[in-house]
């Protein structure tokens, strides 16, 4: 398997302008999850879907944050306009979403945002 | 609130030496703990998963967990100076599949 894809490594944007990363989740993987990570505030979880539904975006840091999930083999996370403070690194992670060992996350290699 | 606590470090051992990295969380109902390590400049990779009280064993690395403690640590014997890195704690509570993450423990072997 291919693992998690954020095909995307770096995105560098200016202030004002919309940015929108993309991931791939591990097929069969019925969770979907995307994360911030910064030095200040360390992983922080946006938003999770369940088959491909948003079930949780009480993380989503404001209205300028959007995710969607069209079908269960891609979801964009989309930031409308983006802000310097944005600037972070941002996950998307899989899970088979199962109790047991199905219930392991994997990560995607990240996408690193910089808004000037 | 569900909070996971770690250490920030950095944890300075020796190679060879025996590194102990400990976390502990205040949900009493959590039922699955991970220990993920990160990389600087790399996504957080998944090394032990351990859903029972006692030690659960793989190579170098032993988690233990003792839920009436409420704490999980990991063990990583002979040291290396690869295994220099950020040491994620996660936490998930029974029912459901959403891990809440400390904010991780720098480790750093030295030659």
């Known amino acids: 398997d291919a693992g998690v894809i954020q095909s995307t490594r770096h995105e560098v944007t200016e202030m004002g302008q919309e940015v929108t990363l993309r991931c791939k989740p591990i097929?069969?993987?019925?969770?979907l999850f995307w994360y911030r990570q910064t030095m200040m505030r360390g992983l922080e979880l946006l938003i999770y879907f369940n088959n491909n539904v948003p079930i949780d975006d009480s993380g989503m840091p404001e209205d300028r944050f959007s995710a969607k999930m069209p079908n269960a083999s891609f979801s964009t996370l989309k930031i409308q306009p983006s802000e310097p403070r944005d600037s972070a690194v941002y996950f998307c992670a899989s899970s088979h979403g199962l109790a047991g060992k199905s219930d392991t996350q994997y990560f995607g290699p990240g996408t690193r945002l910089t808004v000037l | 609130q569900k909070e996971v606590e770690q250490n920030s470090g950095p944890l300075s051992v020796p190679e060879g030496a025996i590194a102990s990295l400990n976390c502990t969380y205040s949900?009493?109902?959590?039922?699955?703990f991970f220990w993920y390590r990160q990389y600087s400049g790399k996504s957080p990779e998944l090394i032990m998963s351990?859903?029972?009280?006692g030690d659960k064993e793989d190579g170098r690395f032993t988690a233990q967990l003792n839920k009436a403690s409420q704490y999980v640590s990991l063990l990583i014997r002979d040291s290396q100076p690869s295994d220099s890195a950020t040491y994620l704690c996660a936490v998930m509570t029974g029912g459901s599949y959403i891990p809440t993450f400390g904010r991780g423990t720098s480790l750093i072997v030295h030659p």
């Open positions: 351990i859903y029972s009280n």
């Open positions: 097929s069969g993987h019925d969770y």
């Open positions: 949900d009493r109902g959590s039922q699955s």
